[in-house]
């Protein structure tokens, strides 16, 4: 009996089966980023300027590249690009009670629970919460310090997740998509004999990577899971928390790229970034429907197919210097155009922002 297995994600078509994990996939980041950065410098030595990037959508603190505001982003949207994504609103963190505020946040949006509880800065999913009772706010907010924003955004009612990476040059009239990628969450079957912790044991995958889950998992190791119940191991889709991606480029249509282009060229001087998304289905999302935005990211982003178990380091690494590549030069486009890039200190500084606040936001669900 298979003890695990992913969400009902169809997945787009691929000439090498899937193996539980990748050569690279869970490398040191020194490892995997180092020939990353070295290109990067490359570029920046080439073109004169080592933050060209942050100009290539130059109305986003640092071109989104780091330390930037998820809601700022979401912001810019103009009346097209709205309807496409979920309602959120936000609140801050250390007032007299953090939950009468939030409940108040709530209201005055118009939402109401359950809602995806996040930091307004933050990446790879670090403090994501799902809230839906009174009670879980209340202890949601807890886990973070005073003075944090926090984004609350409506629990998107589909289950299927995506990663759609956009680039449109300022001199072209149209995007493109470049990589889309389908995130899968982990799911446990009991078998109403074994506990949590044997059930991940004996998964392919999930047994070379429990430090992924047992941590926000507790107590809840030593449960036995009945006999065809599930239980999802994460919640944010995130790889570097222990989602599962898949490449999603065959399901990739026209009528989708000029959705999701039509959706971004309604955002002020966008060029560059991932959108994500959940969708309904994957009929409708080659369709160019059935689908909302969780939260749009800039030049920071990735191409997250690689993270693929059938990509190669090759393949990888082709798509990496592929988009940072087109980063330089949608930037340079964009500074000839009057636009300013950030700056090598200003790029450092709000990394060093975003390095200090993710330290102290809580586990993720």
Known sequence: MTHASTAAT????????????????????????????LYWILMGLRHGDLSLPTAANPRIETGGLCGES??????MAGDVARQWIAPYTTVATGSTDDEAAATAALARAGLTLPVVLKPDIGCNGTGVKLVTTPRELATALALFPAGIRLVMQRLIPYEHEAG???IRHPDEERGRITSMTYKEAPVLVGDGRSTVRQLIDADARTRLVPHLYLP????????????????RLVFAGNHCK???????ADDVTPALTEQIDRIMRDIPDFHF?????????????????????IEINGVGSEATHIWDSRTTLREAYAAQ???????????????????????A?????????????????????
Do not use: C
């Not at 994990?21 to 980023?33: I, N, Q």
């Not at 998820?70 to 912001?75: P, Y």
């Not at 200190?345 to 669900?365: C, E, G, H, I, V």
């Open 345 to 365: 200190f200003t790029m450092l500084r709000y990394w060093r922002r975003q390095k200090k606040l993710l330290a102290s936001y809580p586990l993720n669900d």
């Open 164 to 166: 759609i990476f956009y």
């Open 273 to 293: 970034g991932r959108i994500d998304l959940k969708f309904e289905s994957v009929a409708a999302l080659r369709l160019g429907h059935g689908f909302e935005i």
């Open 10 to 37: 169809p997945q787009a078509g691929a000439s090498r089966p899937p193996s539980p994990l990748s050569m690279f996939e869970f490398w040191p980041g020194w490892a995997f980023y180092t020939p990353i950065v």
């Open 70 to 75: 998820k809601t700022d982003i979401l912001d």
């Open 242 to 248: 222990g989602s599962i991606f898949r490449n999603g």
């Open 321 to 343: 210097f592929m988009h940072y590549r087109e980063t330089f030069r949608i930037g340079a486009k964009k500074k000839k155009a009057g636009w300013r890039s950030a700056g």
């Open 216 to 231: 926000r998992l507790g107590t809840r190791v030593h449960d036995i899971l009945p006999a065809g119940e599930t239980m």
